[in-house]
């Protein structure tokens, strides 16, 4: 059997997603219910981190137990990764050891050059290009509060980063509209988004005309992890770029308002849309357990 990653978005297709999404419901639906369910009995996950996480790390090291399996940690700081040992010697080691590995690091390529050289499947759990595990986690809030997402529009509000790339492959994938609004100098690029084309989106000056009639309004962090000497002006240039009340009421009046989190109030987001009605963060975070739980049992088994 060939080994399948999920490194970005568009490694798996539109049918394999929708099967993704139906375990999903059907996994929440048994835990949420104390049915044990253990189809990786057995199976070890190793999840290396090279920069921070909470959602990310709780939500595969939760999931994999879940499953009957278990999660093992390991960080640049403590481990011979931080070393220099070749990401390639890493990888014919780690998935010797192994069923199945989640990597969060800087560059896409690092992750390209682990899953070459792994026997197991690699998934992405955040690069600087991607953050595949997010969407998926997100399209499924979407789908469990509105329906379908095929034909609906995503406003995306801020940095044209990880999150935003993800979202911009997904409207490929699954045939919906994101309209994107940065500020000068942070516009999306077509080819670091690794798009089939510009079909799927639509760039606005104006954050305010890419919310209008939004089905879904989301945004993220204005500095990203790795980014951090860009903090002070990045500030002054995404100043005009939060998410408020004016910007969710351009929208439609039932969208939605997600934000992968961690969040900054009174920066992206205004803290009364993010704690106010349309929001769907704690569901979105919530649902990452879920997803991911049924990606790794559909990267593992396969179709059940
Ligand atoms: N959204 C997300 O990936 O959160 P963490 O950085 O906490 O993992
Ligand atoms: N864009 C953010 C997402 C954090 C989950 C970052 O890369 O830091």
Not at 144 to 171: F, M, P, Y
Not at 229 to 243: L, M, P
Request: negative net charge; aromatic residues 10%.
């Amino acid at each position: 059997m060939t080994i399948k990653h999920f490194l970005q978005f568009n490694d798996l297709a539109r049918d394999e997603i929708e099967y993704i999404f139906e375990r999903a419901a059907w996994i929440k639906t048994q835990f949420k219910s104390y049915q044990q369910y253990w189809p990786l009995s057995d199976r070890t996950l190793v999840m290396i981190f090279e920069k921070a996480s909470t959602r990310t790390r709780l939500s595969f090291e939760a999931g994999m137990q879940q499953l009957g399996g278990s999660a093992i940690y390991l960080n640049t700081r403590d481990s011979q990764l931080g070393r220099g040992e070749p990401v390639e010697d890493a990888a014919q080691v780690i998935s010797r050891m192994s069923d199945i590995v989640m990597i969060r690091t800087f560059e896409q390529s690092i992750i390209e050059r682990f899953a070459a050289n792994s026997r197991v499947p690699v998934i992405n759990g955040l690069t600087n290009e991607y953050h595949p595990c997010q969407i998926l986690a997100d399209i499924f809030t979407f789908i469990e509060h509105r329906g379908s997402i095929q034909g609906k529009t995503v406003a995306w509000i801020g940095d044209s980063n990880n999150v935003c790339n993800t979202w911009l492959q997904a409207a490929e994938v699954l045939d919906f509209n994101v309209h994107v609004s940065t500020p000068p100098g942070y516009e999306v690029e077509p080819e670091r988004a690794n798009l089939y084309g510009t079909d799927h989106f639509e760039e606005f000056k104006d954050p305010m005309d890419a919310a209008r009639d939004a089905d879904l309004v989301t945004t993220d962090v204005w500095t990203s992890m790795g980014f951090e000497a860009e903090n002070e002006e990045r500030r002054k240039d995404f100043a005009d770029w939060q998410v408020d009340e004016d910007m969710m009421r351009i929208a439609k009046k039932d969208a939605l308002f997600m934000h992968c989190l961690p969040a900054h109030r009174g920066e992206e987001v205004a803290a009364e849309v993010i704690d106010g009605p349309h929001s769907v963060v704690w569901d979105e975070a919530e649902n990452r357990l879920h997803v991911q739980k049924a990606l790794m049992e559909y990267l593992l088994l396969g179709k059940v």
